[in-house]
């Protein structure tokens, strides 16, 4: 018994529930490979003996589940990522961070499972970090890398619903757009570096499995 206690974990799932989970341009939505890579995560706590939790947040912590065993628990988990409306479309990691570390007591392993396209949060993430073991999962799609040559073409964004007309036919503007994210990785690696966070990619047009597993063996 004493042993199986020392061994015991706690997992949270901090899952981003804002706009931009609902897109994808070739096999799946963000929102699916979301849902899946927690699932994933559930019933392999679940396996483990384990404790798992979820906080949904976009700009705010829209929904905490606490930590607790079993395959119901898992259940009700699962059917809260398929089916929770968010009450805003917006993102921003620095709530669910600062919540994380005042909610969760015990030392627990966190997955932050998101596209990171969100304002600066290394300094929560710092402090969340010292208390416990964060493990983030960045799942992103090919058109938030590069944009092809399709002429003039209207863009939404999702978390805004601000709307723009751009000619895509021009390299400038798509090597402007590439530029952009590569920038944006960089600033983000940089902030998982400096905060001593495990880290990895997964793409909507690739299977999740290959990554994840690279992960865990490097872990």
Known sequence: KVVEEERELTVLL?????????????????????????????FSAIQNNDKIGL????????????PKKGKKHILHIIR?????????????????LIFLTNAIKKRCTAFIISD??????????????????????????QRDKEIPDMGLVKFTDSETGEEKWVDTSKAGIRKIYS?????????????????GVDNTS???SEDYVKPLITLFKKR
Request: contains cysteine.
């Open 116 to 141: 990171f396209i969100c304002p600066d949060f290394e300094e929560p993430l710092k402090i969340a970090g010292r208390k416990h073991d964060i493990v983030a999962l960045q799942v992103y799609d």
């Open 14 to 42: 901090l899952v981003d529930t804002s706009g931009s989970r609902n897109f994808g341009s070739v096999l799946q939505l963000r929102r699916n490979i979301l849902t899946e890579i927690s699932a994933v995560l559930s």
């Open 202 to 204: 997964v793409s909507t």
């Open 179 to 195: 530029e952009s994210w590569n920038k944006r990785q960089m600033l983000l690696q940089n902030s998982f570096s400096r905060t």
């Open 55 to 66: 906080i949904l947040f976009s700009d705010r912590v829209e929904k905490f589940i606490p």
């Open 80 to 96: 809260e990522l398929i089916e929770f409306n968010p009450q805003s479309s917006k993102t921003d990691l620095n709530e669910a």
